[in-house]
């Protein structure tokens, strides 16, 4: 039982000898990467040897400050695009004080289908899921969470698309950016 728990935390199926999980191929090294940096996580995969434990430390020792820089920046960015476009609507239309309510709301349906609306129907096409559980998915991964009770790619009967963990990587830094600005709000309004 031991030598097929360790086959299979090395990739390989009890469905013949197989290591088609994308655990290690570029794609699924980037997956790896990102959750390592965003600290998500899953508990799915992980190094297995000293010198790959000791690389992931000193990679997540500069990765994840790296990344925080990143998604603040990530964020700093997607505010700008939504005062800009509150300017913008403030000038044409004369709006003053409706201008900054729709931008926020038009910025927080906007994330909302972007980031944990419309995902679900992607992982339920792709992993066979409920729209439940990819909701759940969505939430859990973007809050950096990460159970690792559903992981995207991981399941032996299904064919995935080579794009497929790389648009999700995207998606969480993405995602997790614009999360960190919906609590930041959250906490101001509750301050």
């Known amino acids: 039982l031991q030598g097929i728990v360790q086959a299979y935390k090395s990739g390989i199926t009890l469905q013949g000898n197989s290591t088609s999980l994308g655990r290690w191929d570029y794609s699924g090294s980037f997956f790896f990467s990102i959750s390592a940096i965003t600290t998500i996580g899953y508990g799915n ?3 297995s040897t000293a010198v790959g434990r000791i690389f992931c430390i000193v990679f997540a020792l500069f990765g994840i400050p790296l990344n925080l820089v990143l998604l603040n920046e990530i964020g700093h960015l997607m505010l700008l695009g939504v005062q800009h476009c509150a300017r913008h609507l403030e000038e044409v239309f004369h709006w003053q004080n409706k201008t900054s309510f729709l931008m926020k709301t038009c910025a927080l349906v906007t994330g909302l289908l972007l980031f944990l609306l419309l995902p679900p129907l992607l992982f ?6 409920s729209y439940e559980e990819g909701f759940y998915y ?11 009770d559903y992981v995207i790619g991981m399941n032996p009967d299904r064919t995935y698309p080579s ?6 990587s995207l998606w969480i830094l993405f995602g ?10 959250c906490i101001n309004l509750l301050e």
């Open 176 to 185: 997790m950016a614009w999360l960190a600005l919906v609590i930041k709000f």
């Open 138 to 148: 969505s939430f859990i991964t973007l809050s950096t969470i990460g159970f690792g």
């Open 163 to 168: 794009w497929y963990k790389n648009v999700i």
């Open 124 to 129: 339920s096409d792709k992993e066979g899921w």
């Open 45 to 47: 995969l992980s190094p």
